[in-house]
């Protein structure tokens, strides 16, 4: 069964940091691209950060550049991103979803979705 599956996510005080995982079932990362998504109260989903089938490369939104961070494991079919000085507005249900080769923009364009897991950056 084709699936992927996020966890890793939990409440941190601001300046914190977390790492999610999207563990992915069913897929081979050396020619699927998975990417993070971000969807708050009242506010659409948006695309957070992706690497490309075999990790050729990654991209980020505006918003997190240079705090958050995409890899993928080394052996095992994880993809993980690293938040790092994390901040109130970053609380959100964070998705990772799964697509055929590159990465794309749009969230319409990813096959495969995770139930998302929680992030909640609070004092």
């Known amino acids: 069964q084709l699936q992927v599956v996020e966890s890793g996510g939990g409440l941190v005080q601001p300046g914190g940091s977390l790492r999610l995982s999207c563990a992915a079932s069913?897929?081979?990362?050396?020619?699927?691209?998975i990417g993070w998504f971000r969807q708050a109260p009242g506010k659409e989903r948006e695309g957070v950060s992706c690497?490309?089938?075999?990790?050729?490369?990654?991209n980020y939104a505006d918003s997190v550049k240079g705090r958050f961070t995409i890899s993928r494991g080394n052996a095992e079919n994880t993809v993980y991103l690293q938040m790092n000085n994390l901040k109130p507005e970053d609380t959100a249900v964070y998705y990772c979803?799964?697509?055929?080769?590159?990465?794309?923009?749009?969230?319409?364009?990813?096959?495969?979705w995770g139930q998302g897991t929680q992030v909640t950056v609070s004092s």
């Open positions: 690497i490309s089938n075999n990790g050729g490369s990654t």
């Open positions: 979803a799964a697509r055929y080769w590159g990465c794309r923009p749009s969230r319409y364009e990813y096959d495969y």
């Open positions: 069913g897929l081979n990362l050396d020619y699927w691209a």
